[in-house]
Structure formats: structure tokens, C-alpha cells
């Protein structure tokens, strides 16, 4: 093999460092990637992977952005991934040529007994003073030479949000000695002799570095204060979310009604050009109507992912979970779960796998089944459509009605999430309470690049939903409520005489008694595959279902017509247990390695959804007639 | 103009049914059947487009978990370290 092929072959090289020094921020500035970033530990649960070149060798780096770690000897799930992979027990994984180790600069004595110990391993390191320039305006002394020294590995500065801030690494990197040939590293866990020794080490290095702790700005001490207040803090907190759900709906309206504007005009250009048959039926009641009427509800996503975003680069959301830890340990749940669970306000399949932060097995499957519960920004188009339908667009006092409903919404699901996992912890996952542990990280403002980033993924994402398999299961659903079609004379719409009005009509049976019509029970079938696809559904049979002047009319004034109040809030709560999401159940098998838990989970969830919906539906019957 | 409606509709369809057959499957049965394709349009005498084609595919299907893309990126679930706390 030559010398040239040789440098072309990609350097495996691994970023560690402890949660939330800066390490998935510092993987994006070198792959250009757009991995999640935020201001607390425990974003990253699973090995990330990204490439870059060397900018003056042309070398080839394989990067691997590995979960955060306090040390080799892992508690939980996330941290035992990044000891597997630097000692190369990860199946068909070589591991690294190369570690770089991140250190938050403004907290090294946390941060050095890593670099003690993956210095022991003897794969080439290099340390990647991180928040450097945090670190300087806080005050904090560190004579890098004599750092450099005592540790004997290269230390270089390095800010990881900012353009060039990892041009230093990469020069020190390519002037690193190449690795040599040698077995892999043994490593067996430290007794606690051996881990008191090493903190006395990075105490002895501290000092002889000359180090000095950062001071705290008297500002964000009283910030602190008020935002951790018994009284204060669960206060500010609530006004907090209340806020974000008030804006959801008040600074939605006008994007809303041009994404509307937009989907109706494509429509009706669509209707005017292409001559009546099965394509133009195809486009304007399974695409359009379908697919369409999903699209609507982007600006109302994404402005609550806007609030999510801010809170996330803020460093306000661990203090959330210092807050509510008392809550959490009152029904059995680890103050651990916090993140979990807010996670699972976005997707509940990422909220899921962010459990792997929760060292106790009990306390980690019992956040596990709680997930779902969460109200995922999938539930939003459906809440957002029916909210709109039934609930009057009025102010309450100085609050919208149409937010305090959603709000009310997303408390139903938290306060479900919680009876649940009180349940849960004193039956079958019954466990001690573990108080929790968690490192407050500082104050931050958000970093504008991170948000816009974070807000374009999002963007991304949905588009992508809507533009495959939403779309694919609209014009599934347009052919099911299309064809056969109906025998000669008969009467009404033709979909109640096809395939999806059949199974819309033998589902009905079912859901009767919860007050849906045939047209509701068929949507919640395609909605297994994501729940706003149910919106996408009733979209299109309502659409097929209308005659003459109505096909143009668009899907909220449409179902106001065709349900009862009751029938409406029937539906929400239903959808507040809502036991369908295919990916949710496929994931709690994966991440629990057994279908056990899938199947009760599902058990449970159609349970409750089928009795609240049920309940609802009755009460509201009663009181409303 | 019917007729010629009612094709291309069909093939619409056709492509939806394949599409949300493929997305829904499950992951593993996924990657088996990708990694097929993409062994098949290797050999020799296959078209260049096919088997780029047929290798877009496999590493689609390795990135996906299932049908939901806020997970696209997951990976197998690691094994549990020793150490766990489990009461």
C-alpha cells in the first residue's frame, strides 16, 4: 500500500467530553453538519457521525460525536456507548485513531478526570479547551503552557459557536505523531482508591496550572434566585408556558391564512386546468385536500419550536427540571425524566431514546411508557383544526380562548402523564426515589445561528413528512374513497359506497359510542403512521363527501357543519392518549428489547383514549343538549 | 383524455402503495430487502444509474428507523452497561 493511499484512507477520530461542554456544537463546526445542540447535559444519547478534510494535509477524518461521559466507568446507557467505542466493544466498529477531548473551560475541575483517564488509554489525545472566550470574560486564569505540561497531551483553545473558533484544533490535530500499532486498550473500572487518587491528580494539575474558578456575575446569581424560588419559580414557569401557547395560536393566524390562501388558490388552479377525471380528482381531493390541509399548520409549529429553541439555548430548562422535581418524585418518576419528557413534546421517539440518561432500569421504563402522553407537535394540526372548528376566536381577560383550550390540552396530557407514572411506580415498576443530581449549566443568550439552524430542521422535517408519506397516504386514502364506484342510481357521494367508506362504516361500530362518525373512525386509521395525518384524512373524504359548492370550501367550516360539540371534544380528548404512532411502539421495542412493553403500551393508551373520549362525549352530550 | 387520466393516476398510486409499503415496513425486514436490491444491481451488466440508484437506497434504509424522520438518524439501542442501578 502506498504512502499516497495511505493518507487517503479517512483517521477514525472520536469527540468526548462531559454532557454539555460543547461537543455536538464543536461536530457541526468541523463536518458542517446540523446535529441538535442545546444548553443542558444529555442531548446527545447515540454516536453521531460526520466527515471532514484536513485543511493542510488533505487527510481524511472520520468524526464520531460520541455521548457525554463524567468518566469511563459508565451509570447509564448513553455513557456506557462512549466507553464501548474508545475501547473498540462496539460490534463492527474499530475504535479511534484519534480522541479529541472536550473540556469546558469554565468548569475544568469537573471535566479533567476524563482526560486522566482516556490519557491512560494511550490512543493519541488531544484536548480541546472549549468556551475559552467564556471562559476569559468570567475572570477565569489558566496558564496553558503549564497545563499542556502536567497533562502531557497537546491543549488547545477552541469556541465552538463561533466562525474559526476550531481553526487551532485543526492545526494541533495534523501536527499529532501517527498513531501507533498496538493492541487494544484494557481498561477495567477504577476501585474508589484509584478514583479518589485521580481527583487529587486533577486538583495537583488545577493548581500548578494556576487555575482559578470563574466568578459568578451577581446578575444571574439573582436571576437564579428568582428563577429557582419555591414560590416564584413554579409561577414564572407556568407563565412561561402559558405565553408560548397564547402565541401559538394569536402570532400563527396571519401565516396561517396566507399558507391557506396559497393551498386553496393551488387548488382551484388545479380544478380550472386539468379536465374533470381521476387525475384532477386525484390532485385537488387527495393531494391538495389531503396533504393541503396538513401544510396549513406549519406556522403554528414552528413558532412553538421557536419558544422550545430559545428555552433550550437559554439554560433555562435544566432549572425546569430542578423546579418540578418535586413534583416528579411525588408520582415515583426521577428528576432524570425531565428531559425525556420535554423532549417528547417535539417527537416522543427522540424523548424515548433520551431516557438512556436514566441510570435506574424501573424509573427508565416507567418515563418510557409515560412518553406518549406528552403532547408531540404531530397532535398540534389536529388540536389546532378542531380548536378552530368549535372553540370561538375570543378573549378571556388579557388570554385568547382558542390558547387557553391548547393550553388546557397540554396540561391534560402532562397531568395523565403523571397519574400514569404514579400508577406505574406503585404496581409493577415500583423503585426508591433517586434524588436527583443535575449540573445547572450558566445563563446563555441564545445563540441566533443555533436557533435559525434549529428552526430550518424542523422546517425540513415537516416538509418532508407531508411531501412523503403524508402524501403517499392521502392518495392511498383518495383511491380507497374512490373507487369501487357506485352501482347504478344509487344516491349521496360516491365514497360511501367504497372501499374506505366500508371500512369507515365497519369501524364506525367501534367508535360510535364515543360519537365519531364513519368519516372520524376511518382518519384515525392512517393516522397510525403519524397522527396529523388524520387531519391530511379528513381532509380528503371530506372533500370526496361534499357536492357542488362545497368542494371548495376548506376543511375547518366543514367539519363545524358535520360534528356536535360533543363530538368535537370527544375527538380531543381521545387524541390526548392517542394510542396511535407505529414509530413510538416499533422505538419502546427497540429501546426495551422486547415487545412486552409495546403491546401494554398500546393496551393502555386505547384504554384510556376509549374512555376519556367516551366520558367526554357523554358529559358533553348531557350538558350541551 | 379519460383513459389517459385514469393511467397516470394509477401509476400515482401504484408508486404511493410502494412507497408507504416501504416506509412502514419494518426496519430490519427494510434493510434486508435493500441490501438485496443493492447486491442484484451490482452485478455486472447492470446500468450505472440502477446501481447508484439501488445503493441510495440501502443507505436510506441503514439511516431509517421507521416511518417517523425525527428519528432518521437512530441507531441500534447499545447494550446495558453492568453497572446498571436496577434496584
Redesign the interface.
Same mark, same amino acid.
Given at each position: 500500500m502506498s504512502a499516497a493511499s495511505v493518507a487517503l484512507e479517512p483517521m477514525r477520530l472520536a469527540l468526548v467530553g462531559v454532557p454539555n461542554c460543547g461537543k455536538t456544537a464543536l461536530f457541526n463546526r468541523l463536518t458542517g453538519s446540523r446535529q441538535k445542540v442545546a444548553n443542558y447535559a444529555g442531548v446527545t444519547v447515540e454516536r453521531k457521525e460526520g466527515s471532514f478534510v484536513g485543511p493542510s494535509s488533505g487527510q481524511r477524518y472520520r468524526l464520531l460525536d460520541l455521548p457525554g461521559a463524567y468518566s469511563l466507568t459508565p451509570t447509564t446507557l448513553d455513557e456506557a456507548i462512549t466507553r464501548d467505542c474508545l475501547l473498540g466493544r462496539l460490534a463492527g466498529e474499530a475504535p479511534p485513531e484519534r480522541v479529541v477531548c472536550v473540556v469546558d473551560a469554565t468548569n475544568l475541575r469537573l471535566n479533567l478526570r476524563l482526560v486522566l483517564e482516556l490519557r491512560d488509554l494511550g490512543t493519541p489525545l488531544l484536548v480541546a479547551l472549549n468556551m475559552s472566550d467564556l471562559a476569559r470574560d468570567r475572570g477565569v486564569r489558566l496558564d496553558l503552557q503549564r497545563l499542556e505540561q502536567e497533562l502531557g497531551v497537546p491543549v488547545v483553545e477552541t469556541v465552538a459557536i463561533r466562525d474559526g473558533g476550531e481553526r487551532a484544533l485543526l492545526e494541533r490535530l495534523e501536527a499529532l505523531p501517527p498513531p501507533a500499532a498496538r493492541p487494544a486498550a484494557e481498561w477495567l473500572d477504577p476501585t474508589f482508591e484509584q478514583i479518589q487518587r485521580t481527583q487529587r491528580e486533577v486538583r495537583r494539575i488545577l493548581h500548578a496550572a494556576g487555575y482559578t474558578e470563574p466568578a459568578r456575575r451577581r446578575a444571574l446569581q439573582r436571576l437564579d434566585a428568582l428563577v429557582l424560588h419555591p414560590v416564584a419559580g413554579p409561577a414564572i414557569l407556568a407563565a412561561l408556558l402559558f405565553f408560548v401557547f397564547q402565541a401559538v395560536f394569536s402570532w400563527a393566524a396571519v401565516p396561517m391564512a396566507l399558507v391557506d390562501a396559497g393551498v386553496t388558490w393551488l387548488g382551484a388552479a388545479l380544478q380550472a386546468s386539468i379536465p374533470p377525471g381521476a387525475l384532477n380528482s386525484l390532485l385537488v381531493d387527495g393531494v391538495i385536500a389531503g396533504a393541503g390541509s396538513v401544510l396549513v399548520f406549519l406556522p403554528q409549529i414552528m413558532i412553538l419550536f421557536f419558544f422550545i429553541l430559545l428555552l433550550e439555548d437559554s439554560g433555562y430548562l435544566p432549572r425546569a427540571a430542578y423546579l418540578l422535581d418535586r413534583m416528579m418524585g411525588s408520582v415515583g418518576l426521577s428528576g432524570r425524566a425531565f428531559i425525556p419528557l420535554l423532549s417528547s413534546f417535539a417527537c416522543a421517539v427522540p424523548g424515548i431514546m433520551a431516557t438512556r440518561t436514566i441510570p435506574n432500569v424501573r424509573d427508565r421504563l416507567a418515563t418510557i411508557m409515560v412518553a406518549p402522553l406528552m403532547t408531540c407537535s404531530a397532535r398540534l394540526p389536529v388540536y389546532a383544526l378542531i380548536i378552530a372548528a368549535f372553540i370561538p376566536n375570543r378573549p378571556v381577560g388579557a388570554f385568547n380562548l382558542q390558547g387557553l383550550v391548547l393550553f388546557t390540552l397540554y396540561v391534560a396530557g402532562i397531568v395523565a402523564a403523571m397519574l400514569v407514572a404514579y400508577a406505574l411506580k406503585r404496581t409493577a415498576l415500583r423503585a426508591t426515589y433517586h434524588p436527583l443530581l443535575l449540573e445547572l449549566p450558566e445563563y446563555k443568550w441564545p445563540n441566533l445561528r443555533n436557533l435559525m439552524l434549529g428552526l430550518w430542521e424542523r422546517l425540513k422535517i415537516f416538509l418532508q413528512r407531508v411531501g412523503t408519506i403524508i402524501l403517499a397516504l392521502m392518495i392511498v386514502l383518495w383511491f380507497l374513497s374512490s373507487y369501487p364506484a357506485p352501482p347504478e342510481g344509487a344516491t349521496g357521494p360516491a365514497i360511501q359506497h367504497s372501499f374506505a367508506g366500508m371500512i369507515g362504516r365497519t369501524l364506525e361500530h367501534v367508535f360510535a359510542p364515543l360519537g365519531f362518525n364513519w368519516q372520524i373512525s376511518l382518519a384515525l386509521v392512517p393516522g397510525l403512521a403519524a397522527r396529523e395525518v388524520a387531519v391530511g384524512a379528513l381532509g380528503t373524504v371530506y372533500s370526496l363527501s361534499a357536492t357542488g359548492d362545497e368542494v371548495a370550501a376548506t376543511l375547518v367550516p366543514m367539519i363545524a357543519q358535520s360534528w356536535s360539540l360533543a363530538t368535537a371534544l370527544s375527538l380531543l380528548a381521545w387524541y390526548v392518549f392517542a394510542p396511535q404512532c407505529l414509530s413510538t411502539l416499533v422505538v419502546v421495542k427497540r429501546e426495551t428489547n422486547s415487545w412486552r412493553y409495546p403491546v401494554i403500551m398500546a393496551g393502555y393508551l386505547f384504554a384510556l383514549a376509549y374512555l376519556a373520549a367516551f366520558v367526554t362525549f357523554r358529559v358533553a352530550s348531557a350538558l350541551l343538549t | 383524455? !379519460?383513459v389517459g387520466? @385514469?393511467i397516470? @393516476? =394509477?401509476l400515482? /398510486?401504484l $408508486? +404511493? /402503495?410502494v412507497? /408507504?409499503a416501504w @416506509?412502514?415496513m *419494518? +426496519?430490519a425486514l427494510r434493510l434486508r430487502l435493500a441490501q438485496r436490491l443493492a447486491a442484484d444491481a451490482r452485478r455486472t451488466g447492470r446500468p450505472a444509474w440502477l446501481v447508484r440508484a439501488a445503493g441510495a437506497i440501502e443507505r436510506n434504509a441503514r439511516r431509517r428507523?421507521? =416511518?417517523?424522520? !425525527?428519528?432518521s438518524? +437512530?441507531?441500534? +439501542?447499545? /447494550? *446495558?452497561?453492568k453497572?446498571? !442501578? $436496577? !434496584?
Amino acid at each position: 500500500m502506498s504512502a499516497a493511499s495511505v493518507a487517503l484512507e479517512p483517521m477514525r477520530l472520536a469527540l468526548v467530553g462531559v454532557p454539555n461542554c460543547g461537543k455536538t456544537a464543536l461536530f457541526n463546526r468541523l463536518t458542517g453538519s446540523r446535529q441538535k445542540v442545546a444548553n443542558y447535559a444529555g442531548v446527545t444519547v447515540e454516536r453521531k457521525e460526520g466527515s471532514f478534510v484536513g485543511p493542510s494535509s488533505g487527510q481524511r477524518y472520520r468524526l464520531l460525536d460520541l455521548p457525554g461521559a463524567y468518566s469511563l466507568t459508565p451509570t447509564t446507557l448513553d455513557e456506557a456507548i462512549t466507553r464501548d467505542c474508545l475501547l473498540g466493544r462496539l460490534a463492527g466498529e474499530a475504535p479511534p485513531e484519534r480522541v479529541v477531548c472536550v473540556v469546558d473551560a469554565t468548569n475544568l475541575r469537573l471535566n479533567l478526570r476524563l482526560v486522566l483517564e482516556l490519557r491512560d488509554l494511550g490512543t493519541p489525545l488531544l484536548v480541546a479547551l472549549n468556551m475559552s472566550d467564556l471562559a476569559r470574560d468570567r475572570g477565569v486564569r489558566l496558564d496553558l503552557q503549564r497545563l499542556e505540561q502536567e497533562l502531557g497531551v497537546p491543549v488547545v483553545e477552541t469556541v465552538a459557536i463561533r466562525d474559526g473558533g476550531e481553526r487551532a484544533l485543526l492545526e494541533r490535530l495534523e501536527a499529532l505523531p501517527p498513531p501507533a500499532a498496538r493492541p487494544a486498550a484494557e481498561w477495567l473500572d477504577p476501585t474508589f482508591e484509584q478514583i479518589q487518587r485521580t481527583q487529587r491528580e486533577v486538583r495537583r494539575i488545577l493548581h500548578a496550572a494556576g487555575y482559578t474558578e470563574p466568578a459568578r456575575r451577581r446578575a444571574l446569581q439573582r436571576l437564579d434566585a428568582l428563577v429557582l424560588h419555591p414560590v416564584a419559580g413554579p409561577a414564572i414557569l407556568a407563565a412561561l408556558l402559558f405565553f408560548v401557547f397564547q402565541a401559538v395560536f394569536s402570532w400563527a393566524a396571519v401565516p396561517m391564512a396566507l399558507v391557506d390562501a396559497g393551498v386553496t388558490w393551488l387548488g382551484a388552479a388545479l380544478q380550472a386546468s386539468i379536465p374533470p377525471g381521476a387525475l384532477n380528482s386525484l390532485l385537488v381531493d387527495g393531494v391538495i385536500a389531503g396533504a393541503g390541509s396538513v401544510l396549513v399548520f406549519l406556522p403554528q409549529i414552528m413558532i412553538l419550536f421557536f419558544f422550545i429553541l430559545l428555552l433550550e439555548d437559554s439554560g433555562y430548562l435544566p432549572r425546569a427540571a430542578y423546579l418540578l422535581d418535586r413534583m416528579m418524585g411525588s408520582v415515583g418518576l426521577s428528576g432524570r425524566a425531565f428531559i425525556p419528557l420535554l423532549s417528547s413534546f417535539a417527537c416522543a421517539v427522540p424523548g424515548i431514546m433520551a431516557t438512556r440518561t436514566i441510570p435506574n432500569v424501573r424509573d427508565r421504563l416507567a418515563t418510557i411508557m409515560v412518553a406518549p402522553l406528552m403532547t408531540c407537535s404531530a397532535r398540534l394540526p389536529v388540536y389546532a383544526l378542531i380548536i378552530a372548528a368549535f372553540i370561538p376566536n375570543r378573549p378571556v381577560g388579557a388570554f385568547n380562548l382558542q390558547g387557553l383550550v391548547l393550553f388546557t390540552l397540554y396540561v391534560a396530557g402532562i397531568v395523565a402523564a403523571m397519574l400514569v407514572a404514579y400508577a406505574l411506580k406503585r404496581t409493577a415498576l415500583r423503585a426508591t426515589y433517586h434524588p436527583l443530581l443535575l449540573e445547572l449549566p450558566e445563563y446563555k443568550w441564545p445563540n441566533l445561528r443555533n436557533l435559525m439552524l434549529g428552526l430550518w430542521e424542523r422546517l425540513k422535517i415537516f416538509l418532508q413528512r407531508v411531501g412523503t408519506i403524508i402524501l403517499a397516504l392521502m392518495i392511498v386514502l383518495w383511491f380507497l374513497s374512490s373507487y369501487p364506484a357506485p352501482p347504478e342510481g344509487a344516491t349521496g357521494p360516491a365514497i360511501q359506497h367504497s372501499f374506505a367508506g366500508m371500512i369507515g362504516r365497519t369501524l364506525e361500530h367501534v367508535f360510535a359510542p364515543l360519537g365519531f362518525n364513519w368519516q372520524i373512525s376511518l382518519a384515525l386509521v392512517p393516522g397510525l403512521a403519524a397522527r396529523e395525518v388524520a387531519v391530511g384524512a379528513l381532509g380528503t373524504v371530506y372533500s370526496l363527501s361534499a357536492t357542488g359548492d362545497e368542494v371548495a370550501a376548506t376543511l375547518v367550516p366543514m367539519i363545524a357543519q358535520s360534528w356536535s360539540l360533543a363530538t368535537a371534544l370527544s375527538l380531543l380528548a381521545w387524541y390526548v392518549f392517542a394510542p396511535q404512532c407505529l414509530s413510538t411502539l416499533v422505538v419502546v421495542k427497540r429501546e426495551t428489547n422486547s415487545w412486552r412493553y409495546p403491546v401494554i403500551m398500546a393496551g393502555y393508551l386505547f384504554a384510556l383514549a376509549y374512555l376519556a373520549a367516551f366520558v367526554t362525549f357523554r358529559v358533553a352530550s348531557a350538558l350541551l343538549t | 383524455m !379519460d383513459v389517459g387520466q @385514469a393511467i397516470i @393516476a =394509477g401509476l400515482i /398510486v401504484l $408508486t +404511493a /402503495v410502494v412507497y /408507504v409499503a416501504w @416506509a412502514l415496513m *419494518p +426496519a430490519a425486514l427494510r434493510l434486508r430487502l435493500a441490501q438485496r436490491l443493492a447486491a442484484d444491481a451490482r452485478r455486472t451488466g447492470r446500468p450505472a444509474w440502477l446501481v447508484r440508484a439501488a445503493g441510495a437506497i440501502e443507505r436510506n434504509a441503514r439511516r431509517r428507523l421507521g =416511518g417517523c424522520s !425525527d428519528c432518521s438518524a +437512530a441507531q441500534p +439501542a447499545p /447494550v *446495558p452497561p453492568k453497572r446498571l !442501578d $436496577t !434496584d
